[in-house]
């Protein structure tokens, strides 16, 4: 009898020390390449949650370590590695390219560590490559481009035009547009990733006089495109329309009156009315002087979420299952209102139109319409789990 | 001590180290050191490589990551093949895919050395700037073919979903991959070695510095030139399958000319024409990499003018450092 | 057929925006056998100045005036500091050292300006669309920039075989020890003339600012065009030059355009589309290496 008093006192003291120790939190990210502001968005976010409570999440210590992965697949696997072997963390998260999740994810969910993606979400690791261990809490890649298929439908524009670069994610995007998009495909043309020039495509899409022109450009692509498609004179005569890609509030500030008026396919915005969002908005331009984008907003629901799950198992993460069936709950209030996980573990949320508008501050988003309600992906049916 | 002993101890104890560096890590339990220094002995073994081209044969290559990319591809398709159970040909005769070490390495090595005869046979009619610049223009292009190769996932790349299998070794196990890589790089550069010191290589040597002599003596450099680029590239094929293995992964980034250019970089930083400098270049670019990144987001502002200082004070680079030699060739 | 001129002149236009960044760069290889990777970091560093001081001041012209002196000076200091030490090394160490300053550069702009694009928007004055011939609208800006470009050209030609420092500047390159000899600063020459490789690379960023994303490292997409272009027209000669920037941007815009339509002749849409745009983009690479198999040095070599 002894010795049990003995061994359970033993084991609490144990748990009381481990729970002391802050819960390590990888973050692999992308800070350097041309498209550093992502990650640093994501991470800001990620850190404001954790700012807010003083250096805890859901009331436990957390602590946080952040490295660029510098958009290298290669790179952000080794960081992995680390972040599991030496760190011996057990949550890894945020990171924004879809080929450097490919490389990470299938492998570190094999080594029993929960993954929460913070921005990509491939096809392939929301069908059949599903995993218990890995959430999306931004959305599944197609989710943007299938809200804007509708709308353009909706909108009642009879035919369309299509442009994304000549990779798979490229192809992923336009088949989530044609997904929901009930008119004719006037033209459907692949560009060479990282173009610059897009004069010849504006020309020929020019040619084939389409009632709407439907966009997947990422980054500086979306840039170029915007710029060149206002200075051809086009912008007044065949509306566009993209994902928020190439909408959020730093790359307008790139792109300037080109984008103004452009409607948009987004999960958030920062103007939703509600009480998470608008105490986040808040404090995030206090904390870092700029309207907050959607990534940041994922980069900080991510956190939130994470918080909802640790306080639910009181910090323990030694029993995973526990951890992650508090993380399916989705016990928290998202910056996004609705919120929840299908059995994919991908976000079931609304779904918005945006358009870009003008204020003192510069250019930003003001929501449309709110699209579809609790909307599920495509890939969903395919998860067996 | 004198300068052959000297550089016979630097190798030695770099050898030494190398070998026992899993069994301290193990101690230690600091087992992410292990996949770490995999990585920098399959880097180095491609810089070894391309220490072929740059240091020996006078022929600098921009693409040489091209090489390492297809190896890669190589054991990425018979693995994804293998697993989705579905041939890689069935016209003119059925292929299947393999998991198998002792056959898709090789096969690495063959197809990538392949690629180099035939990019190598058109490259080599140029030289000086325009050698580069075709070279780079060939990597180019296989980049944006893999890139837009929609079947093995273009630019998202494949996952693995683990490593090849090899008779009596384990290649999942950290600790068993790390000796097969090391045992695979001792290989390559006993090879080279005895390549190099060859009547084939003071060909090559010679044909970097004075061409026209040896043409003289009727000695075809353009041949000697050619089976040089063939071993680099088939080398760099070797490192791209093991890099595959250890990543489970490919990607066209694996071709991308800025990996070239740090290959280049680990080659001139651990020595050029030094065989065994390259290895140690590889190791410290990316321990380099691996610490700054660590310290500051920003480590990019160090990282490259510490490449102008190697490349302006240190000729014969780290290597050289080590073993007292500076100047002299070979 | 309004349809095969207008992407004609977008050819054109492209090729020209190419030329631009090559003069400077086949000036520095030519004169001084320098390969400096490091070209397009002047490119970024004229459309950042431009795009700061003309948001700053709201005048484009003033951002010009202040792009191309920035780029030159910075182009003048990396020589004095770095290059000047490697005229005399091999291709390989020139190489690897503009490598290290592609890196740094790179991350000074990101530490400087912050990771997110700047904007800069073509100058009121120039944002019209003109009708060249009935149903052909083309915007004013990109006619401007091959103004631009048809006079920089035109200026060099002048410069090389007009003018007094133009002619020590060539028998320089032929003959370093002669010129000196004959009581010319090669230093300080060779000093001036990166500078004005830079000038002009920092010209070709405020023309491409507009039209392009501002962003950390977008020198080295179209550095790896512009090594293209020098190296079809022929290292070092102007000529060359404008041949080997016309024929890319032709070829890459024609390509682009036409491909997909000629393949779905053959093939089903979906692999049409996808085979057709795989083609375009590598179409300057098979460009290149079919020159330069059938040229070794390109369409016009220069002399040395």
């Not at chain 1, 084939?208 to 450009?217: G, I, T």
């Not at chain 3, 020209?16 to 400077?24: E, V, Y």
Request: charged share 15%; hydrophobic share 50%.
């Amino acid at each position: 009898m002894k010795k049990i008093v003995i061994t359970v006192f033993l084991l609490m003291i144990a748990t009381h020390l481990c729970a002391a120790e802050p819960i390590k939190i990888g973050m692999i990210t992308t800070l350097s390449t041309k498209a550093g502001y992502l990650g640093e968005d994501i991470r800001d976010g990620f850190k404001l949650a954790i700012a807010q409570e003083d250096g805890k999440l859901g009331g436990i210590p957390v602590e946080l370590m952040v490295e660029d992965d510098g958009r290298k697949p290669g790179k952000g696997k080794q960081i992995a590695e680390r972040f599991i072997k030496r760190d011996k963390a057990k949550i890894l998260t945020g990171i924004v390219f879809s080929n450097v999740a490919m490389a990470v994810v299938p492998k570190v969910v094999r080594d029993n560590v929960v993954y929460l993606s913070t921005n990509a979400a491939p096809s392939k690791l929301a069908g059949k490559g599903c995993n218990p261990n890995y959430f999306s809490v931004s959305y599944q890649n197609d989710n943007l481009d299938e809200v804007v298929g509708q709308y353009v439908t909706e909108a009642g524009h009879k035919s369309v035009y299509l442009i994304a670069p000549n990779y798979p994610a490229g192809k992923d995007h336009l088949a989530g547009f044609k997904r929901y998009y009930q008119g004719e495909i006037k033209g459907e043309v692949y560009t060479k990733l990282g173009q610059a020039d897009y004069a010849a495509e504006i020309a020929t899409l020019r040619a084939a006089q389409p009632e709407a022109v439907f966009f997947f450009l990422p980054g500086g692509m979306g840039i170029n495109f915007l710029k060149q498609y206002s200075q051809a004179g086009l912008a007044d005569e065949i509306p566009v329309y993209g994902p928020a890609f190439s909408f959020d509030e730093r790359i307008l500030k790139a792109v300037g009156p080109a984008a103004l008026g452009v409607k948009n396919g987004s999960q958030w915005t920062h103007d939703l009315d509600n009480p998470a969002n608008v105490q986040f908005v808040k404090a995030y331009q206090e904390a870092y002087g700029r309207t907050p984008t959607l990534y940041a907003s994922q980069g900080y629901d991510t956190a939130r979420l994470i918080g909802s799950a640790l306080q639910a198992v009181a910090g323990n993460l030694d029993d995973l299952e526990k951890f992650k069936a508090a993380l399916r709950k989705a016990d928290f209030a998202s910056v996004r209102g609705n919120f929840s996980f299908g059995t994919n573990q991908h976000p079931v949320q609304d779904v918005y139109i945006r358009e870009v508008i003008k204020t003192e501050d510069g250019y930003t988003n003001s929501t449309v319409k709110k699209v579809f309600a609790n909307h599920v992906d495509a890939y969903a049916s395919e998860c067996k789990m | 001590m004198n300068q052959k002993n000297r550089k016979i101890s630097v190798i030695a104890g770099g050898a030494l180290l190398l070998l026992l560096l899993p069994l301290v890590a193990v101690l230690l339990e600091e087992t992410y050191f292990i996949s770490l220094f995999s990585r920098i002995i399959i880097y180095g073994l491609a810089a070894v490589s391309l220490d072929l081209l740059l240091g020996y044969g006078g022929m600098i290559s921009l693409g040489h990551a091209a090489y390492v990319g297809i190896g890669a591809y190589v054991v990425g398709i018979f693995f994804y093949h293998a697993q989705e159970m579905e041939p890689i040909i069935s016209i003119p005769f059925i292929m299947h895919g393999s998991e198998n070490a002792l056959l898709v390495l090789p096969l690495a090595i063959i197809i990538s050395g392949f690629f180099a005869l035939v990019i190598g046979s058109l490259c080599l009619r140029t030289k000086g700037m325009h050698f580069i610049m075709i070279t780079l223009a060939f990597a180019q292009m296989i980049y944006y073919f893999f890139v837009s190769l929609e079947k093995y996932g273009g630019d998202d790349g494949l996952s693995l979903y683990s490593r090849s299998s090899l008779p009596g070794l384990d290649l999942s196990n950290d600790l068993h991959f790390y000796y097969f890589c090391l045992f695979l790089l001792i290989g390559f550069l006993f090879l080279v070695k005895r390549t190099v010191d060859s009547r084939f290589g003071l060909v090559v040597r010679g044909g970097s510095n004075n061409e026209r002599r040896l043409k003289a003596l009727g000695i075809n450099i353009y041949r000697y030139k050619l089976v040089c680029f063939v071993i680099a590239g088939a080398g760099a094929g070797l490192a791209g399958g093991l890099l595959a293995n250890q990543t489970e992964y490919i990607s066209p980034g694996l071709m991308h000319w800025t990996l070239s250019g740090e290959l280049m970089v680990m080659v001139l930083l651990g020595g050029l024409g030094t065989l065994f400098g390259p290895i140690l270049g590889a190791a410290v670019f990316l321990l380099m990499e691996e610490t700054l990144a660590m310290y500051t987001e920003h480590w990019m502002v160090f990282m490259g003018p510490f490449l102008v200082l190697v490349v302006i004070f240190a000729k014969r680079g780290l290597f050289g450092l080590l073993t007292g030699e500076q100047n002299n060739n070979g | 057929m309004l349809l095969v001129i207008e992407q004609f002149l977008n050819g054109l236009q492209l090729g020209i925006t190419l030329f631009l960044m090559s003069a400077g760069l086949t000036l520095v290889f030519g004169i001084m056998q320098v390969i400096n990777l490091a070209h397009g970091s002047f490119y970024m560093i004229g459309a950042y100045v431009c795009a700061t001081v003309a948001a700053r001041t709201g005048s484009f012209l003033l951002g010009l005036a202040a792009a191309l002196p920035a780029a030159a000076f910075t182009g003048m200091l990396v020589e004095f500091i770095v290059l000047r030490r490697l005229y005399k090394r091999e291709h390989l160490d020139q190489v690897l050292a503009t490598f290290g300053l592609i890196m740094f550069f790179n991350e000074l702009t990101r530490i400087i300006w912050g990771r997110q694009p700047l904007f800069l928007d073509v100058p009121p004055w120039l944002s019209d669309s003109l009708e060249l011939l009935p149903g052909l609208i083309y915007p004013v800006y990109r006619l401007a920039v091959i103004g631009v470009g048809i006079l920089v050209a035109l200026a060099l030609w002048y410069l090389f075989s007009r003018t007094r420092l133009g002619m020590q500047i060539r028998a320089g390159a032929s003959n370093r020890d002669m010129i000196s000899a004959l009581g010319v600063n090669i230093k300080l020459l060779y000093t001036l003339v990166f500078g004005l490789g830079t000038l002009l690379a920092g010209l070709a960023g405020v023309m491409a600012g507009p039209i392009l994303a501002v962003e950390a490292g977008m020198g080295e997409n179209i550095l790896i065009l512009t090594f293209v272009v020098i190296v079809i027209g022929g290292i070092g000669s102007i000529r060359g030059a404008v041949a080997g920037a016309l024929l890319v941007g032709l070829v890459d815009t024609l390509g682009r355009a036409f491909l997909p339509t000629l393949f779905r002749l053959i093939f089903q849409s979906a692999t049409a589309d996808a085979a057709a745009a795989s083609l375009a983009s590598m179409a300057i690479y098979i460009l290149m290496a079919a020159i330069l198999v059938w040229k070794p040095k390109g369409l016009f070599p220069a002399h040395s």
